[in-house]
């Protein structure tokens, strides 16, 4: 069976690169200290630009599970809106208060809605018996309120349509505010005191945890009825939470909400809206603009140390073709070509940089795993940091050793013999 020129040469080159690959891993088992200094730039690199994509990562996921998240399928509508400097909050400040006409309004108009919860809140201490918790957020809310929000009880009930139909005065409450006041004590029935109010707790709220250094468990919900008979100040202004059909109808659904109140508020067709729209993907925009910003420095610098772990790198590579000159007169002379030469080095070179560029990624999940178990801190390495990084730096290895591995190549293999004799 005859073999095929192209097979021949196929088999030829990956024998060429074998061998070449074994000489450049020996000639770098041979230098360990040098080659270790010269990775240091490549390390650095990959280590600043791993840990900062596993720490920016994992605080997207974080933001976007615990902050953005305001329920499945779900966006928020009040006065102010999301405001970003002092002009903005002064003029969304002078906006007509939502109402529950509003909510009302959208409960009977909107199609794309499968649920539609009414929401207001206040801070007060709360008291039982001798006992006192400070700074509790009073949350009056409908019964859709716990559904959209995805809140669930974990002793006795959640609030039902009764208790706002008749203002009742019953409430939810907190874990925090339960470990607190009811150390060892059922609370399910007990009586609380708030401002001038009084509630019977009906249920104990599974616990949320906290959302940067917040607890989301410090709470009391009653009624949002019985909360604007007892608790609504002049400015208050009910905030509204709009659950869609789907996911894929909550553009539909914002645009539907956006009509209805435009068209009952009666504003202008060219005019702005006077009421604020919180989207999921509204607050994960402005928070990638926060983190552009880190992330941009974090490039600067990696590729600071980059350009400086390549240019070491060239270094070295001149040095080792001056180290080697009757090597590589040698192995001219016994019928390499030029491409066998610059193979050689560009292998050694991009071997090099690669090696820099694994411990880098080694030494940047050891970090993120340190800090992970040691501080509340999220973090979660993407495989895509893991694979640019690896990438990255096999490519500086390659650009910067072009110039010795060309260098080398032009060697007069007579000239090369003779510089050593």
Partial sequence: MKISPARTSTRHTLV??????WIALDTLRSHKLRTFLTLLGVMLAVTTLVAVMSVLNGLNLYIADKVANL???AFAIDRIGIVTNLEQW???????????????ALREGMKLAANIAGEQETSADVRFGNGLSEDVRIIGATPEYTEIRDIDVSNGRLLAPVDEDHRAGVCVIGQDVAAKLFDGIDPI????????????IVGVAAPKGSVLGQTQDNFVMIPLGTYRKEWLTPQDSVQIFVEARSRQEMSAAVDEARMILRARRHVPYETEDNFGIIEPSTLMGIWDNLTANVFGVAVWVTSVFLVVGGIVIMNIMLASVTERTREIGLRKSLGARRRHIVMQFLVESSLLAASGGLLGIAIALGVAALVRSATSIPIATPVFAVVISLLLSTSVGLFFGIYPAMRAARLDPIEALRAEA
């Fill in 71 to 73: 329920g499945s399928n």
């Fill in 189 to 200: 029935g007990q009586e609380i005191r708030a401002g001038q109010g009084r509630y019977e």
């Fill in 90 to 104: 002064n003029k969304a400040r002078k906006r007509p208060q939502l109402t529950l006409d509003d909510m009302d």
């Fill in 16 to 21: 060429a690169l074998q061998e070449t690959f």
